[in-house]
């Protein structure tokens, strides 16, 4: 099992990043998916949250900002970032998980600074 995301980067407050997280060796559409991220010293929370009926939720902070999104067909869930903010500097991390198994991403970093 695979889960690579990629996307991450330096951008400034109020821009805009788009993470991807493409898997490998599960079956994509019956997983939930999550964006998880660790700032510094702080402790790893949900970010966002797709279900594989398609139901969402997200982190309080992030709503209206942050958009995921799954491709069942390129077995690919998506993370869109506006307005981005200092504080959502981060390690972004992918979940898959169902049932039967919990799989990780090797995590890509989001730094939002001026």
């Known amino acids: 099992v695979q889960l690579q995301a990629s996307g991450g980067g330096l951008v400034q407050p109020g821009g805009s990043l788009r993470l991807s997280c493409a898997t490998s060796?599960?079956?994509?559409?019956?997983?939930?998916m999550g964006w998880y991220r660790r700032a510094p010293g702080k402790q790893r929370e949900l970010v966002a949250h797709i279900s594989s009926g398609g139901g969402l939720n997200y982190l309080e902070s992030v709503k209206g900002r942050f958009t995921v999104s799954r491709d069942n067909a390129k077995n690919t869930v998506y993370l869109q970032m506006n307005s981005l903010k200092p504080e959502d500097t981060a390690v972004y991390y992918c979940?898959?998980?169902?049932?039967?198994?919990?799989?990780w991403g090797q995590g890509t970093q989001v730094t939002v600074s001026s």
């Open positions: 060796g599960i079956i994509f559409s019956i997983h939930a």
């Open positions: 979940n898959a998980h169902n049932l039967m198994g919990d799989y």
